[in-house]
Each structure stands twice: as C-alpha cells, then as structure tokens.
C-alpha cells in the first residue's frame, strides 16, 4: 500500500520560517494535502496542491512538490506561536481516500 | 451548519464489551469515512462510504462494522472491543468521490479506552 512518511518533531523559534517535508510512494497521486491539527481537535484542511503543479502559495504558506522525487513540502514563513500543532500530509491516489503521514509536530519557541 | 459531529468525546469500555460511535454531518455530503489515529502512526482509514447504502472497508477494517442507511449518519461499531483498539478515532465527510479536489471536513473525535 502507500508508505507516507514525515518527520516526527520540528522546533522552530517564533518569526522563522518553518519547513515540514513529507514522502510518498505512489507515483499515481492525484492531490496532496496538508492538514493541521490542534491540541484536542480534529485535523483542519490547510492547502492542498494537484499534482501536476510544482508550487503553490497561499498568504504564509508556500507548497513545494517534486513529483519525481515524490517529496512535498510545506514552507511556513513568519511562523507564530499559534502555528504550534500538528501537521500532516495527505496523499490522494485516485479514489478519495487519503492516505496520511505520520504527523510533524510543530513547537514555535517564543 | 454544525458540520460533522461526533459522540461520545469520551469512552471507557472493557474487553469484550460492544458499543457504537456516532458520527452525522448536515452538509449533505455523499463521501464518509472512519479513521483511527494512533501515536507515531497517523491516521489510517477504517470503512468509508461513497453513499447511502455502500460502504467499503480501508485500512484497517477488522473488528469494526459500518452501516449507512441515510446521507447524514455513519456509525462505527465494535462487535467485542479489545485494548488494540484504544486510539482516537475520527470521522470525515466530503463531497464526493473520485479523482478530482475533494476536502474532507473532520469531526473532533472520540477518545476511546479499552481496558
């Protein structure tokens, strides 16, 4: 099946900018999401990006795909203290079921 | 909108014991799934449902049963709980199905114990 995988656990200090990578498996990926989770809460769609485009960016957020690789990245720039969650990457492989990462957990240290 | 709902927040069985998570959306979504997140593991996907009266298993299907006799409800059973089943378990809703962009909306979850 598809293999997703992340890094567990990323510190970054408050105005830095953060980068999450994932990878994945499945050459036949149609979108690829990235979702946050707060402490407590279900997971949040945060942006997603098709998978015959190689960037995307939506205000802070800034999306990095590399298809041949399968590696995506998620760029967060002037990261805050409310940045601090969990974030997860999410492929999509035809049908709409998703295939998550195991999760980064991210820590904005003031 | 109240979105997806989930019910109960919180669970405590012992092994063998039965019960069912609740789960509804009022968005008129077609597409519903189950997942169960475990740590260091992400989500993994347990049943879904591409609609009223269809459901397929994910992931990890055993010891779970789904049903979805209307668009808004799709509850989780399990049939005789074992503590391999302690884990926070979610549900989603979206759209539709396909290859095409599809956010799925997540409820809060169910922590649930088995012990």
């Known amino acids: 099946g598809e293999d997703v995988e992340q890094s567990l656990f990323l510190s970054v200090r408050e105005g830095d900018s953060s980068v999450i990578n994932c990878t994945y498996t499945?050459?036949?990926?149609?979108?690829l999401y990235w979702y946050k989770q707060e402490p407590g809460a279900g997971l949040q769609l945060l942006t997603y990006i098709f998978s015959n485009m190689d960037m995307k960016q939506d205000q802070r957020l800034t999306v990095l795909l590399n298809k041949k690789d399968k590696h995506l990245s998620l760029r967060i720039a002037d990261t805050q203290t409310g940045d601090s969650a969990i974030y997860f990457c999410?492929?999509?492989?035809?049908?709409?079921?998703?295939?998550f990462g195991t999760g980064t957990r991210l820590t904005v240290i003031p | 909108n109240a979105g997806v709902t989930q019910t109960p927040k919180f669970q405590v069985l012992k092994t063998g014991q039965s019960m069912t998570l609740q789960c509804a959306q009022d968005m008129n979504h077609e597409y519903m799934s189950w997942y169960r997140q475990d740590p260091g593991m992400g989500l993994r996907l347990i049943h879904y449902?591409?609609?009223?009266?269809?459901?397929d298993q994910g992931e990890v299907p055993n010891g779970y049963n789904v049903s979805r006799s209307t668009t808004e409800d799709f509850p989780l059973r399990l049939l005789s709980a074992a503590p391999s089943q302690t884990s926070v378990y979610f549900c989603a809703s979206s759209p539709g199905g396909g290859p095409t962009y599809n956010e799925q909306f997540f409820g809060p979850g169910t922590r649930l114990t088995v012990l």
């Open positions: 449902s591409v609609g009223a009266g269809i459901t």
């Open positions: 499945d050459s036949s990926s149609t979108y």
């Open positions: 999410a492929d999509q492989t035809g049908a709409n079921n998703l295939f």
